[in-house]
């Protein structure tokens, strides 16, 4: 199951990981903000974007094939759309590239350039993801107002969210090894209901244990860690860092690029 | 269906999360008051049960080789009550975004309204609504199935509005939206068919459960799916039937009379001068020059220098971007190599 190890590398050291989450958090913000708002029809510029997310990708260690595979599985709803693009706009352009010259429509440049900003921008997200664990992240994100009701029932989602989908996948394993041909419509929703109430009974179960566990432990309703959140100086350096590479981009490349 | 970065300018993406924050907030305080510390368990609980639910297939009827899964936010919200449902479901979002990537960290703000806060608050909404009262099996029956159905499609309505109201959409607003509602109708049914068949499950097993919040009896007969078949089949046909009279007036529009289209600006992006760029090319004028109209369709040759040196600046800006990354992945290499004898 490819979802089981998302953030299989946030739990690596690097240089990246040691990080403030509220810093990386803020950066790629700026970031994907900075790279949406590029215009729509030029892709050439993205390339320059890619070197911030993919610098810091190899910095961390994280392998590029992990992140390319990944950005795979997510494309199709916006391949779907970046394709309709050359559908819908068919101005002809002529494209000038280095050594070659060739003829094609607005519409594919559009969709290069859609196809490219979800690249880069997914390639940032990837970075902040597995190079922070989610609970620093979380704990970054609470220190950023977010509510902590929410915080609390993110890491409930969390920690719980891998358990279930193996559950999940215990039932569908023995319902293929029982179910040999397709059962017709009523059946087969009638099977899935048995399948999704078991799951959803067991859920609430463990959920009543987990509450009796913790309230035997002194929960009471208030999330406690003891990671300390502190902004270093290589955090500042980071952030430092993050912000020439965009401004250069912006105001030495970009100009030259148009 | 996720909202994707791409699809929206800052200004609606910060608008959208601004709005989401502030109501997602709301929940959160009006939650605190109603929820009990030890039913934060079961909430963290179910929004991972709605990830392991995801993972739960099943052919879907009359489409042989297809297969769909719940959504869950109706399914919540009826059992949990709207407030918990809306956080559940919010978490949910917030995970799939951070830890899935799906949906980008900007169209957050689109997918908490979409997927989590106007299912839930308005399936229930129409779910109490029905079934108010002393409701028979039929009229629980009407109220889950049309919940489930217009909280989808309500969801699915707001995407192309905040694609729109980006101005990105290069589709036709109104194909966009006829897409999306035509899919979610689709997905309503489902996740209607399959939300009863579970409350029907959780009535005959767990009855505790659902105690409170299912008033009548839930079954779903062969006669009731004959019913709800047909009802969406005669939806269909008449939406298709729609469609298909409005839709080469649709594509024609688009096409002809696009530039004089107020409305039609943006499909062109929100640059003015590329629309000029689009009708008399100027090299210059152009924000993009690299890449240039081709010039014979207005039968004069633009100034050759200029387009060369645009298309081999974009050339080596690409070249210059991959060797620097070459060079980053080759000193991390070369570093991470000599890691072992330094320490």
């Known amino acids: 199951m490819h979802h089981a190890y998302i953030d299989k590398f946030a739990y690596q050291d690097s240089a990246i990981h040691r990080l403030d989450g509220r810093i990386k958090f803020l950066v790629v913000l700026v970031f994907t903000a900075v790279v949406i708002s590029l215009p729509r029809t030029s892709p050439a510029i993205l390339a320059c974007y890619a070197v ?55 519409g594919w440049m559009r969709c290069f350039t859609i196809l490219g900003k979800f690249v880069v ?84 179960d463990s959920a009543g244990r987990v509450n009796i566990a913790m309230q035997a432990r002194g929960f009471d309703g208030n999330w406690r860690t003891i990671s300390k959140l502190q902004i270093r100086p290589a955090d500042l350096l980071f952030a430092a860092v993050a912000a020439c590479f965009l401004l250069a981009l912006h105001f030495l490349i970009r100009p030259v690029l148009r | 269906m996720h909202m994707a970065n791409e699809l929206l300018s800052v200004p609606v993406a910060a ?37 392991a639910a995801q993972m739960v297939n099943f052919q879907l009827p009359a489409m042989p080789g297809t297969s769909g899964h719940i959504v869950g936010a109706v399914l919540l919200a009826i059992i949990l009550g709207p407030h918990a449902a809306a956080i559940v479901m919010s978490s949910v979002v917030i995970i799939q975004c951070l830890i899935f990537q799906d949906g980008g960290l900007l ?129 269909v046909a008449v939406g298709l039937s729609l469609i298909a009279s409005g839709l080469p007036d649709g594509l024609e529009w688009s096409y002809a009379e696009r530039p004089d289209q ?40 633009p100034s050759q220098r200029s387009e060369t040196t645009a298309g081999w600046t974009s050339f080596a800006g690409v070249v210059g971007s991959a060797l620097t990354m070459a060079v980053i992945w080759l000193t991390a290499r070369i570093l991470s190599r000599r890691r072992p004898l330094n320490a």
Not at chain 1, 175 to 200: F, I, Q, Y
């Open chain 1, 52 to 106: 911030g997310p993919f610098a810091v990708l190899v910095w961390a260690g994280i392998p590029l094939g992990f992140a390319v595979k990944h950005i795979l599985v997510i494309s199709p709803f916006v391949l779907v759309l970046a394709l309709s693009c050359p559908l819908y706009d068919k101005t002809p352009v002529t494209v000038l590239f280095g050594p070659v010259t060739w003829r094609t429509s607005l």
């Open chain 2, 15 to 51: 608008g959208t999360l601004a709005i989401a924050g502030a109501g997602l907030g709301l929940v959160c305080r009006k939650a605190r008051q109603i929820i009990a510390s030890d039913k934060l368990a079961l909430m963290g609980v179910l929004g991972a049960f709605v990830f």
């Open chain 2, 107 to 235: 169209a957050l703000g689109c997918n908490l309204i979409n997927m989590a806060l106007v299912p839930t608050y308005l399936g229930w909404f129409l779910y109490k609504t029905v079934t108010a009262g002393r409701p028979g099996s039929g009229r629980i029956y009407l109220g889950a199935m049309l919940a489930c159905v217009i909280a989808l499609e309500a969801g699915a309505l707001l995407v192309p509005i905040q694609a729109g109201l980006s101005g990105v959409l290069v589709v036709p607003f109104s194909h966009f939206l006829v897409t999306m509602l035509g899919v979610h109708l689709l997905v309503g049914l489902i996740e209607g068919l399959i939300t009863l068949a579970v409350l029907g499950y959780l009535q005959q097993v767990r009855p505790d459960i659902v105690a409170g919040h299912l008033p009548g009896k839930v079954r779903l007969s062969r006669k009731a799916l004959l019913a709800t078949l047909a009802v969406f089949t005669v939806i």
């Open chain 2, 262 to 301: 107020p409305d039609f600006k943006p499909i062109v992006t929100n640059e003015d001068s590329k629309v000029a760029a689009v009708d008399d090319f100027q090299a210059k004028y152009s924000l993009m020059p690299d890449y240039s109209i081709r010039p014979s369709k207005l039968g004069r040759a």
């Open chain 1, 121 to 204: 921008t997914m390639l940032a997200l990837i970075a902040l993801v597995s190079t922070t664990r989610f609970n620093d992240l979380l704990a970054g994100l609470q220190k950023l107002a977010l509510p902590r009701l929410l915080v609390i029932q993110l890491g409930f989602l969390y920690r719980y969210i891998f358990l279930l989908i193996d559950r999940a996948h215990h039932l569908l394993r023995a319902k293929a090894g029982r179910k040999l041909r397709n059962l017709g419509v009523k059946t087969e929703l009638r099977l899935a209901a048995a399948m999704l109430g078991s799951l959803l009974i067991r859920s609430i």
